[in-house]
């Protein structure tokens, strides 16, 4: 029902948005030619369309770069078209209001000769052209560059009980990897490369190591071996990473691709913590690292047990959580009797999309998460929100850019 529904909005926006063009056109001496040329286009993002659903349908374990690029104009190109016709739909409004004005106005005109339906104004349209293009050589500037434009972001939290032999202590925090979504080998390397500059006490990954299939991170698992910290990286499973969003053989073989993505963590050096809990000491003081596995609101599953992983924990041990989905903070750790200091999450990526310049940070995202793209307190507890390291779905970003904390 979703798909039709959305495939009979498609076929509105794509003939709506080519009669706008047409009368944006009408009268010039490019028209037949411009005509032409917008159909071509719109017939090309069919192509990218296909590839979308195909990849959906068949979850390919390697992404290629014109794959990438083809579905990534496909979504470029209907947020142009969707913002082109709100400026005609808007004119068509105020065309229909007017000729109504006039007809109703007419049949209390003895000198009426009939009312002619007001063309369109182009000058509207030229405005949504114009405003229309933004975000789409934005977003063809996301699916090119953006979506490998690491940002290194630095956060300093002051907390009164953290042990005084960890003053200065430096965590990178990365998320959401989606090694499935990756088409170019050379930036990864570079945002690993990255990371190993910040010359980081402890690296912690908060889970969705790939999109579907743990086979997808082998090709690049001889370079995140190499990520570099004074006292290791922990790790914790995301939504993606139990293969719940793929059609498998069997119950066997999905159990077996989980197992297999474990000890990929554990090949590149990944401490991977399960509802668990690892220790480190540093000058006779210690911090206690906690994983849990993901938990979401549903649709998302429910496998993360915070009880279980705090056991043997101490109530004054200053605590690190990993959590992959930001709700997990609201609904439980805030609540539970146990003090969390730090809790590290991801999972939304901030959209891919949106805003941020210094004092003011927007994405669509927003309105489904609260606590969406950095850093939150409450009750003398910090989370920070990861905005990815990688890419899902649409394969770019625009404004939220891949991020190493």
Request: charged content about 20%; glycine content about 8%.
């Amino acid at each position: 029902m979703r798909i039709t529904f959305f495939f009979v909005f498609l076929f509105v926006v794509d003939v709506y948005s080519y009669f706008g063009v047409k009368a944006l056109l009408k009268g010039s001496e490019y028209q037949k030619i411009g005509r032409y040329t917008y159909l071509s286009i719109l017939v090309f993002s069919y192509v990218g369309l296909v590839l979308l659903i195909k990849y959906f349908t068949t979850h390919p374990l390697q992404a290629s770069p014109w794959r990438n690029l083809i579905i990534g104009f496909t979504f470029s190109f209907l947020v142009f078209k969707i913002v082109f016709i709100l400026f005609i739909f808007i004119d068509d409004i105020f065309r229909f209001l007017n000729f109504g004005f006039r007809f109703i106005s007419s049949l209390f005109s003895q000198s009426a000769n009939g009312v002619a339906y007001p063309e369109r104004r182009k000058f509207i349209g030229q405005i949504g052209l114009g405003i229309a293009a933004i975000p789409f050589l934005s977003m063809l500037y996301g699916i090119t560059k953006g979506k490998y434009n690491f940002k290194v972001i630095n956060i300093k939290i002051n907390f009164t009980n953290l042990p005084e032999a960890f003053n200065g202590f430096k965590v990178i925090h990365i998320s959401d990897i989606h090694a499935g979504s990756f088409d170019s080998l050379e930036d990864v390397k570079r945002g690993i490369d990255l990371i190993n500059q910040q010359q980081a006490d402890l690296i912690c990954f908060t889970g969705d190591l790939v999109n579907n299939d743990s086979r997808e991170i082998e090709p690049f698992m001889s370079d995140f071996k190499k990520l570099k910290s004074n006292f290791g990286i922990y790790s914790s499973l995301g939504n993606h990473d139990y293969g719940d969003y793929k059609h498998w053989d069997s119950k066997e073989a999905k159990q077996q691709n989980l197992e297999r993505l474990c000890k990929h963590h554990q090949t590149m050096g990944f401490n991977l913590l399960r509802n668990e809990n690892l220790t480190i000491e540093k000058d006779g003081e210690k911090l206690t690292v906690i994983g849990v596995e993901n938990w979401g609101k549903p649709p998302f599953p429910q496998y993360g047990n915070l009880d279980k992983a705090l056991i043997n924990v101490g109530e004054n041990d200053f605590k690190i959580l990993l959590s992959h989905d930001p709700t997990h903070w609201d609904f439980k750790v805030l609540k539970h009797p146990i003090n969390i200091d730090l809790t590290l999450s991801g999972h939304t990526h901030g959209m891919q999309f949106g805003v941020e310049i210094p004092g003011y940070k927007w994405s669509p995202i927003k309105y489904f998460y609260p606590r969406w793209a950095g850093l939150y307190n409450e009750a003398n507890q910090y989370l920070n929100v990861n905005r990815g390291f990688g890419f899902l779905g649409f394969p770019g970003r625009v404004g939220i850019w891949p991020e190493i904390t």
